[in-house]
């Protein structure tokens, strides 16, 4: 399998741009700065999946590298995501940003919340309604029960 590419020794004739460090580099910059258009990214990505065997590197970084694009824009996003890469400690996948953790806790904390409470108001309700309709059935037996059964859990 060649997934690497084949090393150039110095007396070797000069590799084509898609084939040489540079040009792999290129293709690596362009990709983690995002700035490879989605139409490329899953046409590469259905030729990636067609070949299982090998890495058809040669022609993603033909087709990577014949794509347009802003040097100034890629410099920048490059520089970002290489910012992003080295506080993240490397290949990790990254977590949540602070900002959205403590939005999705607090949404978390509101959703029970909410559902406790509307839970509380259907047992009262339900409680209530029990109460009115059968009057013979009382709760408070069951307390009674508890009390007698485990005196050391319910001091009176």
Known sequence: MSSQPPDFPASAPVPEAHESIEGIAGVSL???????????LD??????????????????NQVVLAEPF?????????????RDWILRGGRENPGKPLGLQAKTFLAKVVAQLLFGLLFAIVLVVLLLTINHKWPEIN??????????????????
Do not use: C, M, N
């Not at 046409?43 to 993603?60: F, G, H, I, N």
């Not at 059964?149 to 009176?156: M, S």
């Open 30 to 40: 362009r990709l983690l700065a995002g700035t490879v258009s989605r139409k490329t």
């Open 43 to 60: 046409a590469l990505k259905r030729t990636v999946q067609a070949s299982p065997d090998e890495y058809p590197w040669r022609v993603v």
């Open 70 to 82: 802003d040097a100034q824009d890629l410099a920048q996003k490059g520089l970002r995501s290489q």
């Open 139 to 156: 709760i408070y037996r069951v307390l009674e029960w508890v009390r007698s059964t485990f005196p050391q859990l319910l001091h009176k």
